[in-house]
């Protein structure tokens, strides 16, 4: 196959469906879509995590397998202003899988499900080489926080460090016998990632254009600056590092810039504010500023939208 990209392929997939319902009011195209129902606003998401595409095996316990599934859903119902609700859950498993490790994967689920309050409540079972975990989430909201909202003149701000995630993945895969203890941090943030439910109820009231962070910072900035037709311009001063990644890059001769902004997984949120609104954000990082025009900008150089993509 010609190599299209992920989101050329989406964009031809979804242009053979055609959505009939006048009650979907965000379709295909934003971290989740979003239904009327009633006088209630539902919204809808899936990902999945793919064994040797999401995670290796025997780099992973199975107890966090099943947080990281959760947790990689919630993240995109937040996203949009929505507060988890109901799931159900697709598996396929290779015919031999061990069921303690199966069970233990579930285990994982349910204390996530405890965290953030929902419950899943059905799903469906198939066999398969590798190991599939598919979570169908879906949420309410009152407000629908898309990536199309955002205005010239909004602050850009994220909820946390970024790029902190795929060092601790490359940390993983040297497979080295022993972790310094800012080693087994940055391993257990890509492995056990916390979605931001914290932050959903300032989302919702606030972000005039949100998206959770799994590509990569700059991609994702770029879905915001596409959707909403904007120039998104990121001041390098401001965009924080945290000391463990600054630890790790030293160590290990990186450019924690790479990271940070093309790092992927970090299920941090990426949103737009109106200037007058920033009281409400004293512990999110201020990192730019939205104009008219198109691309991101790190000062005044632009900067490739290139984020993970798996086609
Ligand atoms: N195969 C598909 N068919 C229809 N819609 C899809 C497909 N894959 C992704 N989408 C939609 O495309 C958009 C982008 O997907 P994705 O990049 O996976 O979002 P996210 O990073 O929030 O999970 C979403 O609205 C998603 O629902
Ligand atoms: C073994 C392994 N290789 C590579 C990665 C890195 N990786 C896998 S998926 C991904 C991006 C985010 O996942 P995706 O399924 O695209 O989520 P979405 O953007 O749809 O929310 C990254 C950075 C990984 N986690 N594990
Ligand atoms: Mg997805």
Request: with cysteine; charged share 30%.
């Amino acid at each position: 196959m010609k190599h299209i990209g992920e989101f050329q392929l989406i964009k031809q997939l979804t242009k053979i469906l055609e959505i009939k319902d006048k009650n979907v009011l965000v379709g295909f195209g934003d971290d989740c879509a979003c239904v009327n129902v009633e006088s209630k606003k539902l919204v809808f998401t899936a990902d999945i995590q793919i064994e040797n595409v999401h995670f290796l095996k025997d780099k992973v316990k199975p107890t966090q397998l099943g947080w990281k599934l959760i947790s990689v859903n919630v993240s995109d119902v937040v996203a949009c202003g929505g507060v988890p609700k109901w799931a159900v859950i697709s598996i396929a498993v290779p015919k031999n899988i061990n069921i303690k490790w199966l069970k233990e994967v579930y285990e994982g689920i349910k204390k996530a499900l405890d965290f953030y309050k929902f419950d899943i409540i059905g799903g469906n079972t198939s066999s398969s080489s590798e190991i599939i975990f598919d979570l169908f989430l879906t949420g309410e909201t009152e407000k629908f926080v898309s990536r199309s909202g955002a205005k010239p003149g909004d602050y850009v701000f994220i909820s946390g460090h970024t790029g902190l995630s795929r060092a601790g993945l490359e940390l993983l895969l040297m497979d080295k016998k022993d972790y310094e203890d800012f080693e087994k941090r940055l391993i257990k943030t890509h492995l056990e990632p916390v979605a931001r439910i914290d932050l959903q109820e300032k989302i919702s009231r606030y972000a005039t254009a949100c998206i959770d962070i799994s590509d990569g910072l700059v991609g994702d900035l770029g879905h915001i600056s596409e959707n909403s037709k904007v120039k998104i311009i990121l001041e390098k001063e401001k965009i924080p590092i945290s000391a463990d990644l600054e630890k790790y890059c030293k160590k290990y001769n990186k450019n924690p810039y790479d990271y940070i902004l093309y790092g992927g997984e970090d299920y941090q949120l990426a949103f737009t504010i109106k200037k007058e609104d920033i009281i409400h954000f004293k512990n999110e990082f201020l990192i730019g500023i939205v104009e008219k025009g198109e691309g991101i900008y790190l000062d005044n150089k632009k900067l490739k939208e290139k984020g993970f993509e798996h086609i």
